[in-house]
């Protein structure tokens, strides 16, 4: 499968600073990026879904001005949690996506994930 | 509303034996279903897929069925291995670059 990473892996930061993970397709170019933010022992929730030099679309009830998304090339996004609280601690994952060369559908690859601990 | 649900949060099955782990969904307009296996602190794996002209496909030791009437998929690994003891998340979408719907998981742990 295609290879999709994540960076950093972890970060720890004080309350009121800003945090960017990045988000790159390493083998294909990713027409979709989609991010996700898992609670401990819960699903993963869809953040938002950006399109390569367009507006990122978000989820309801997923502050745009607090979670920047950028989408400047095929091969990156990237994810700014701006002024970042405790409650924002959280695994936050991205998944990269292009349509299939023999369907339609959406093939989804996931990145490692980054653990985001604001004290 | 949770569109797709795995009511077993947790499952444990003796090592050689198969595992069943089941996914139900409530949107019609799904067409394509995916399982996914998850270790802690890491991003989702991409295990096996079916699309909703077939209601089976089989890769290896992974089988997942589809019963699009009872709206209902399954996933079944035989035989089960320790090294298969993770989260499996079943998700769903629709044609074309729409985002994954995930169920909430089911923890598999194979006993040796």
């Known amino acids: 499968g295609a290879v999709v990473s994540q960076h950093p892996s972890r970060v720890i930061c004080k309350s009121g600073t800003s945090v960017k993970i990045e988000c790159r397709s390493l083998?294909?170019?990713?027409?979709?990026m989609f991010w996700y933010r898992q609670f401990p022992k819960k699903s993963l929730m869809l953040m938002a879904t950006?399109?390569?030099?367009?507006?990122?679309?978000?989820e309801q009830g997923v502050e745009k001005d607090k979670f920047l998304i950028n989408h400047a090339s095929l091969t990156l996004s990237t994810l700014t949690v701006t002024s970042a609280h405790p409650e924002d601690s959280s695994f936050y994952i991205c998944?990269?996506?292009?349509?299939?060369?023999?369907?339609?559908?959406?093939?989804?690859?996931f990145g490692p994930g980054t653990r985001l601990t604001v004290l | 509303d949770q569109q797709v649900k795995q009511n077993s949060p947790s499952l444990s099955v003796q090592e050689g034996r198969i595992s069943i782990l089941n996914c139900d969904y409530t949107?019609?307009?799904?067409?394509?279903f995916l399982w996914y296996k998850k270790y802690p602190a890491e991003g989702p794996t991409f295990l096996i897929s079916?699309?909703?002209?077939?209601d089976k496909n089989e890769d290896g030791r992974f089988t997942v069925f589809l019963n699009k009437s009872a709206k209902h998929l399954s996933l079944h690994i035989v035989p089960s291995q320790p090294g298969d003891s993770a989260v499996y998340f079943c998700?769903?979408?629709?044609?074309?670059?729409?985002?994954?719907?995930f169920g909430k998981g089911t923890r598999l742990s194979v006993i040796a």
């Open positions: 950006s399109n390569e030099g367009s507006k990122a679309t978000y």
């Open positions: 079916i699309s909703s002209i077939k």
């Open positions: 998944s990269a996506s292009n349509l299939g060369t023999q369907s339609s559908y959406n093939e989804q690859f």
């Open positions: 083998d294909f170019q990713a027409t979709t």
């Open positions: 949107n019609s307009m799904f067409d394509y």
């Open positions: 998700a769903a979408s629709r044609a074309g670059n729409t985002p994954l719907v």
